[in-house]
Every structure is written in C-alpha cells, then in structure tokens.
C-alpha cells in the first residue's frame, strides 16, 4: 500500500468526522496540509503575509465546505482547488502583485545559493498567474498533468501547453544557471 | 532539432507522464540524438532548480500556526452559535404558535351545554327540577358554597 493511498485514506477520514462535527478531527487535518497550502500560497503570491491569509481563508472555506466534499477527488486536490481559487480571488481584489525586480543572473552562481533562489523566484513571480499555477503544481507539488488539469479545471492539453510556454520562459530567463 | 519528431515528447517524458510504449521509444530515439538528449538535460536541470527554489520555503511558523488553529476556532465557535439561535427561533415560533393555538381554542370554544345556563341562575332547586344533569346541580353546589347539596 502506497504513502500516498495511506495518506489519502487517513484525509477522507479525518474529513469525514469534520463534517460531522469533530473539530478535533478538522484541526488534526489542518496540521496534515498547512506547510504544504502554505508553501504552495507562497509560490503563487510571492510573500508570505498574503500566503497566510490565503491559506486561513482556504482552511475556513474547506471548514464550511466539508460537507460537499464527496471524495470524488483526492482531499488533496480538493484543498489544493480551493487555496488556487482563493489565491487567484485574492490576487485580483488586492492591487496588482509588485514585481520583483530581476537581477541579471551570471554563470557563475550557482543555483544552491541564495542570489541564484531569489533570481528563480523573480522569475517564476514574472510568469503569467496561470503559467504560474502549472510549474507551482508541477515542480513544487509533483502533480501528474491530470491531477494538474483537475486543480484549475482546464483540459489536460491545456495544462502541457501552459506548462511549456513556462519552461520556456524560465529556461531563457535562467539560461545562465542550466547550461 | 527544431524538426525532431520527439521534440514535443520530452517535456512529457521528463515529467514522467508517457505510457509505457511510448516512452520506450522516446527512450530509443535519445539514444541517437544528441540534441534531444541534451534538451532533455535542460528540462531536468530546470525542473531541479525551480522543484529546489520552491521547495526550500519555510512552511508556516508556529505564531502563524497557532493564529491559525485559533481563528477556525472561532469559525467553529461561531457554527455552533448560529447554530443554537436557529434552535432558539425554531422554539420560539413554535412557543408562540402554540400560545395563539390555545388562545384562540379557548375563545372559539363551543357554546356551554344548557346546563351551565342553568347553573349560574345560582339555583340548585331549578336545576334538582328540570332532571338536569347531575354535574350541574355539582357545578352549581360547588359555586354557591353548598357541598351538603352535592348529589
């Protein structure tokens, strides 16, 4: 039996007793996805004070909503669904997202340092949102190209067209770290 | 390698995402073409550095944690609030639907059977007369405070 069909099935139950009333079983839930949701609102939003209260308003949301969860999907999915609306919401009420300014990257850095990770975050955060979206569930959250599609609810095609017009973006941006 | 067939398959093959046929072919093919062999290396190396970049954020403090926990809480709080005063509006209405009910049922209760008539004419031997009902002359013993003519 696989971690993840483990960690699945733990998450439809401890979902199951938060419909029904078990705030205990909601809280031990939230402990289960909270560095992940917030790693994820981090990567789509670029700081961390705009992360947390995504992620607060993802987990009030999910908390409303348990009972329309049907395990159709993954739980996983489904909250990851919910934190990429939420953020995508977020995003357009707050005023358009400050750019990082890019540094020129040169070849002699290398990717584990400190310059070379805020040149791949300025980079990621100068993607289209919806570029964005699918390198986020891809590199960070080692998402499948359906489970991807099932997120943002767009076609399968779609999610591996966005995806390399990303890469092809972040690979001439950051052409100095990978040659 | 603009012309190379397997161009548009690498990016899939690289995420891990062919089936099985087709990624032995892809397979074959990087076997004898540099280009895509080293396209190929690019893709990974991307992948590498951003999958790295992303996944060294700190995930939430501990504050944040525990701000967290205690404002679903307070959602939680304010469920079972709502909650209650639904309840109590439910009880309430059903209170007072049950108040106008009995109001109401008392006012258009049925005309008094003729014996009450004939009691509160406050006159047992009438009643003892007219064969009436023995809860009348009861009725009418009890109210004018004479038990010793009760039948």
């Known amino acids: 039996m696989s971690r993840n069909y483990t960690n699945e099935v733990q998450d439809v139950e401890l979902a199951t007793r938060a419909a029904r009333g078990d705030a205990r079983a909601f809280h031990d839930l939230v402990d289960r996805h909270a560095d992940r949701l917030f790693r994820l609102a981090v990567s789509l939003l670029g700081n961390s004070t705009d992360a947390e209260d995504v992620v607060q308003e993802t987990l009030i949301g999910a908390f409303r909503g348990l009972k329309g969860f049907e395990a159709r999907s993954s739980f996983k999915t489904w909250i990851t669904r919910i934190l990429v609306l939420q953020a995508a919401q977020f995003r357009r009420r707050k005023r358009p997202m400050q750019s990082i300014p890019e540094s020129q990257p040169t070849a002699k850095d290398q ?58 973006a972040l690979r001439e941006k950051l052409k100095a770290y990978l040659a | 390698m603009a012309d190379c067939e397997f161009q548009n398959s690498l990016m899939a093959y690289s995420d891990g995402q062919l089936d099985e046929p087709s990624r032995a072919q892809v397979e074959r093919h990087l076997q004898e073409c540099p280009a895509c062999a080293a396209e190929l290396a690019q893709l990974r190396a991307l992948s590498r550095n951003v999958g790295a970049v992303l996944a060294a954020q700190p995930g939430l403090s501990q504050i944040a944690r525990h701000r967290l926990h205690a404002k679903l809480d307070s959602v939680m709080d304010d469920g079972i609030l709502r909650a209650a005063r639904f309840i109590s509006a439910i009880a309430a209405c059903v209170l007072a639907g049950c108040s106008i009910w009995l109001v109401r049922g008392h006012q258009l209760s049925p005309a008094p059977p003729p014996w009450v008539d004939v009691a509160s004419q406050s006159d047992t031997s009438i009643a003892s007369s007219d064969n009436t009902s023995p809860a009348a002359v009861w009725y009418l013993a009890s109210a004018t405070n004479r038990p010793d003519e009760l039948p």
């Open chain 1, 111 to 168: 990717p584990a340092g400190s310059e070379a990770k805020l040149d791949v975050q300025a980079a990621l955060l100068n993607l289209p949102p919806e570029h964005r979206q699918v390198i986020v569930l891809r590199e960070l959250e080692q998402m499948t190209y359906e489970e991807i599609a099932q997120v943002l609810d767009i076609p399968q095609g779609t999610v591996e067209s966005r995806l390399h017009r990303a890469r092809t």
